[in-house]
């Protein structure tokens, strides 16, 4: 691995050939790989696990968190050829094959992780391919990095589907209103387990491509809707934005991760790029309204900043680890958006109660609409 700033860590691959570049970030998460992996927010990044043992339980056909690997290459200090686990069906090197991505091992990876701390985030560039050093240096020179890039384009659907019962179901045809609770996901690379989490809430989920408008969100007839979390920088994702403020006061929103992001651009205030993110599954956020401590699963390189919210927003989370701002309530636009995956997949579910929170408002919407 070559670093923008010209430092070299050796190492070996046990998947994949060739070279691959993008921002280098770490995860602390001791578990979790393969929601990681399929995670579309990854999405032109190379990740560094700091756990030092890495694919011991093997990949297996629940745990994926979309239809492919998202990420551009994976970095660990010992990777386990020999996973084991009744649920694996292969092992995360034949998962990065199949996907054609890198896994590199035998990496220090502690000392990787302390110069990404002290540097921050930095491009770099994968390669087993080391006799070419001139050449992977002028490609990494060359890649521009994530700042001020619309990454999502490269990672939301196609076309509208319906979630129902883990399946992606086509065309998304809205029919007649029932009982349940419908709601419409913008698409920014969502996860599955956030249409999981609102199906076992009893609720109808329809999914839109991120840059569908606000008329055609409204021709579902949702009683809510919901910004799914995604890859790079909210700034040039104008289409997104200028959806959401155009739907804010109509129907109730929540945000996540960088729907949170966008939430906030569309309501007036302004993100920034973090020195190296928050990326884990072990992220200690303070829940202001309550005084509750949360554990909770991160993601994200960018973040909302405090003092340039409207003057209507209620700041109710925080993250205790470097005091950023990691949820947001917008009372006279009936939204709310926090920074971290209240979904986990991986992590902890300290912060479920979320998407409950969300559905008391949904049915409040309905009570008043009907």
């Known amino acids: 691995m070559l670093l923008e700033d010209g430092t070299v860590f050796p190492g070996r691959a046990f998947a994949g050939d060739g070279d691959v570049v993008g921002e280098v970030v770490f995860n602390t998460a001791m578990t979790g790989y393969q929601e990681v992996l399929t995670d579309p927010s990854y999405k032109e990044q190379i990740l560094v696990m700091t756990y030092p043992l890495i694919g011991t339980y093997g990949i297996n056909e629940e745990d994926a968190e979309s239809r492919g690997i998202h990420l551009e290459g994976i970095v660990v200090r010992e990777y386990q050829h020999r996973p084991s686990s009744w649920r694996s069906r292969k092992t995360l090197g034949d998962y990065l094959e199949e996907h054609g991505r890198i896994g590199v091992e035998g990496i220090d990876t502690r000392a990787l992780t302390r110069r990404l701390r002290t540097r921050g985030s930095m491009r770099g560039i994968v390669s087993t391919r080391v006799e070419r050093m001139g050449e992977l240096r002028e490609r990494l020179d060359a890649y521009p990095g994530l700042v001020g890039r619309d990454i999502v384009s490269a990672v939301t659907g196609a076309k509208p589907f319906?979630?129902?019962?883990?399946?992606?179901?086509?065309?998304?045809?809205?029919?007649?209103?029932?009982?349940?609770?419908?709601?419409v996901v913008q698409d920014c690379g969502v996860k599955y387990n956030i249409l999981r989490s609102?199906?076992?809430?009893?609720?109808?989920?329809?999914?839109?491509?991120?840059?569908?408008g606000p008329e055609e969100i409204l021709s579902y007839g949702p009683d809510g809707v919901m910004l799914s979390n995604g890859p790079g920088d909210p700034e040039p994702l104008k289409a997104e934005i200028e959806t959401v403020r155009a739907l804010a006061g109509r129907l109730p929103i929540f945000g996540i991760c960088l729907g949170h992001q966008i939430l906030g651009q569309a309501l007036?205030?302004?993100?920034?790029?973090?020195?190296?993110?928050h990326h884990g599954a072990n992220q200690p956020v303070k829940n202001l309204l309550s005084?509750?401590?949360?554990?909770?699963?991160?993601?994200?390189?960018?973040?909302?900043?405090?003092?340039?919210?409207?003057?209507?927003?209620?700041?109710?989370?925080?993250?205790?680890?470097?005091?950023?701002?990691?949820?947001?309530?917008?009372?006279?636009?009936?939204?709310?958006?926090?920074q971290y995956h209240p979904e986990a997949a991986p992590g902890p579910?300290?912060?479920?109660?979320?998407?409950?929170e969300f559905l008391a408002m949904l049915r409040e919407h309905r009570?008043?609409?009907?």
């Open 162 to 183: 319906v979630w129902k019962k883990g399946a992606i179901l086509h065309p998304a045809v809205a029919g007649a209103k029932g009982d349940a609770l419908r709601v």
């Open 198 to 212: 609102l199906e076992a809430l009893g609720c109808e989920v329809f999914v839109v491509p991120s840059k569908t």
């Open 268 to 277: 007036g205030a302004r993100t920034e790029k973090l020195k190296f993110g």
């Open 291 to 338: 005084g509750r401590v949360e554990i909770t699963s991160q993601n994200h390189g960018f973040v909302v900043v405090a003092q340039t919210l409207p003057p209507d927003a209620q700041v109710t989370h925080v993250n205790l680890n470097d005091g950023t701002l990691e949820g947001i309530r917008y009372p006279s636009h009936n939204a709310f958006s926090v």
């Open 349 to 356: 579910h300290d912060a479920g109660y979320l998407f409950g």
């Open 367 to 370: 009570k008043k609409a009907a």
